[in-house]
């Protein structure tokens, strides 16, 4: 096989682990209580920011090193470029959630579950482009083992932190009064960007390759500015405890293990 098709069949694994994440929503009763959203959105915060430093900065600092670019200067830009597009997409989702729930077009779906769909599908776009790339790089030189061991243990890390952001996103909908299937496609779906840059990225992977160090950072970008921005916030109106603070500890905690044993 080419490493075309390994990108494909690397992308579709990640893509399938969403899944098994967003089928979540059949396993928890309509009405979640506070206390459990708060546990679980600071869990999902923990997770995202840890997957934004581990999966996203980290290695876009070290393959912009690697390719002899300016690392500081392209990281930055990348994660700025990040944050003023949810910067855009906020006040484009405040008009818009106005709007059609004015209308009666959309059932009262909150803005931070939208922003949250937005930022986990811009960030599957990026993670889609790495797997595909290791892919054909490994490919492209059959007498380095190392690279497709390397190309499966990313596969497979990427797969293992969509889990939680399958449910991330499905989660979410089921509290704002979606029905569970629904919820559930949209938290599969979330994903589908990922075989479809993966692939993408494996074809033109001689163009794609200098830009990967921005796109990484470009999601990492997103990624936390939803945290802080929409997040954590939602979170702690209704937390008088500490359950928010002591699932991002957790969420973190894993997701940073997690990173750093699969690399």
Known sequence: MNGITFA???TLFTFSVSTLGAMNVFW???EVSNTLSCLFLGFAGGVMIAASVWSLILPAISRAESLHQIAPLIVSLGF???VLLLLFADS???KFYTRRLRTGCIQSIKES???LIAAITIHN???GM???LSFALAMSQPDNPALFSGAVAMAVGIGIQNYPEGTAVALPLLTDGIPRKKAFLIGSAS???EPVSGVTAAILATFITPLMPLLLSFAAGTMIYVVVQELLPEAQKYDDGKITTLGFIAGFLIMMILDVSLG
Do not use: D, S, W
Request: hydrophobic residues 60%; without cysteine.
């Open 8 to 10: 494909l069949l690397g």
């Open 28 to 30: 928890i009763r309509k």
């Open 80 to 82: 700025i470029f990040g």
């Open 92 to 94: 484009q989702f405040k």
């Open 113 to 115: 579950t939208l922003m």
């Open 125 to 127: 776009v990026p993670e």
């Open 130 to 132: 790495a797997v595909g």
């Open 191 to 193: 994903a589908m960007v």
